[in-house]
């Protein structure tokens, strides 16, 4: 068996770091596992001159030489180490549990089974992506994850017509009054629904928006994937 690793989750982002050795053979095995095909990236430069592969690789390698990659990955990190039989603890990793806001489930309606397995199984794992039909209640689903957690949450969304029924929802569903960052308006609050546009300015992150929230939760995350969207998301460091 390979020396046992240390996977260390940074305490300033949701990133997780690799100290120790990885065969070339397992980082290899990662890298695969953690990145994916850009559409469309034979039509740029980079690619057609070879300086690019086309991928977007989650597994990367910091400038003093330490691998890292997005903490949400973790599962798919441990799979690879395991299927390689190289030892390896977690530090770091909080998940505080149940918080002290206590929300309440205002609506009459009870969880489908399968809605019910996605909660519970987010609030074991501490993340992950609810992957559902259209109609088949992702909300309703995030919004009992955020009510379980009772912990200060924001919502990041793509849109202004999807940020506006995140805060109807929020109001109906849990009685509680989202601040609103989007269209002008930028408050802060324990509970936030924010477009990812508001949040992000002149390629930074705005300094006048809050980020320390417990809970983050990303409408259409399959949109996390371009860069902007990304450095907002993950400018969130939050535990869940």
Request: proline fraction near 3%.
């Amino acid at each position: 068996m390979q020396q046992d690793l240390t996977l260390s989750r940074w305490e300033k982002a949701p990133y997780i770091f690799v100290n120790g050795d990885l065969s070339s053979e397992v980082r290899d095995a990662i890298d695969e596992e953690l990145s994916y095909d850009v559409p469309g990236a034979s039509h740029t430069d980079a690619w057609r001159s070879g300086s690019w592969d086309g991928r977007e690789h989650l597994f990367r390698e910091s400038r003093s030489g330490n691998w890292f990659f997005p903490e949400g990955c973790l599962p798919k990190v441990q799979e690879v180490l395991d299927g390689f039989g190289v030892g390896y603890e977690i530090e770091g990793l909080l998940r505080p549990g149940r918080g002290d806001m206590g929300l309440e489930w205002l609506s009459e309606m009870t969880l489908r089974e399968y809605q019910q397995d996605a909660v519970d199984t987010a609030l074991i794992r501490g993340s992950g992506l609810v992957v559902m039909p259209t109609g088949a209640g992702k909300t309703v689903t995030a919004l009992k994850i955020v009510q379980e957690l009772s912990r200060p949450t924001i919502v990041l969304a793509h849109r202004q017509e999807i940020a506006d029924m995140w805060v109807e929802e929020i109001r109906d569903i849990l009685g509680h009054d989202a601040a609103v960052c989007y269209a002008g308006t930028r408050e802060s609050g324990d509970i936030q629904v924010a477009l990812y546009q508001s949040i992000y300015d002149d390629g930074e992150i705005r300094d006048d928006v809050r980020l320390d929230h417990d809970v983050v939760i990303c409408d259409e995350a399959h949109r996390v994937g371009a860069d902007t969207f990304s450095d907002v998301a993950m400018a969130v460091n939050a535990s869940y």
